[in-house]
Nanobody, 126 residues
Framework: VQLQASGGGSVQAGDSLRLSCTASERTLSTYAMGWFRQAPGKEREFVAAITRVGGNTYYADSVKGRFTISRYNVKNMVYLQMNSLKPEDTAVYYC????????????????????WGQGTQVTVSS
């Protein structure tokens, strides 16, 4: 499965962006999905995850209340709505797909995600 992330850009603090992720195969509904990010000089970190049918979502504390992950399986799309962006949100954002059951206790584990997109740059200036 090849994932394609898009929607990044350069914005001001307080602005919003919506990232999108789609797949080369129309099977995205069979995967739990996650968003991760990596800032320069830092390790890749978990941002948000959503279960296969979207019944459950999970967020990093740093984005809770500002970011929303959603999916539209009919259109083979997963989204990350990012509001009230801060300079510390600056990073390359990656979408990832997991064959495994994703729950509150394991959604942050990068080793559980089988496929990764190429990343999209988000830059937030103050």
């Amino acid at each position: 499965v090849q994932l394609q992330a898009s929607g990044g850009g350069s914005v001001q603090a307080g602005d919003s962006l919506r990232l999108s992720c789609t797949a080369s195969e129309r099977t995205l509904s069979t995967y739990a999905m996650g968003w991760f990010r990596q800032a320069p000089g830092k390790e890749r970190e978990f941002v948000a995850a959503i279960t296969r049918v979207g019944g459950n979502t999970y967020y990093a504390d740093s984005v809770k209340g500002r970011f929303t992950i959603s999916r539209y399986n009919v259109k083979n799309m997963v989204y990350l709505q990012m509001n009230s962006l801060k300079p510390e949100d600056t990073a390359v954002y990656y979408c990832a797909a997991s064959r495994w059951y994703i729950g509150a206790d394991n959604s942050r584990r990068t080793d559980l995600y089988n496929y990764w997109g190429q990343g999209t740059q988000v830059t937030v200036s103050s």
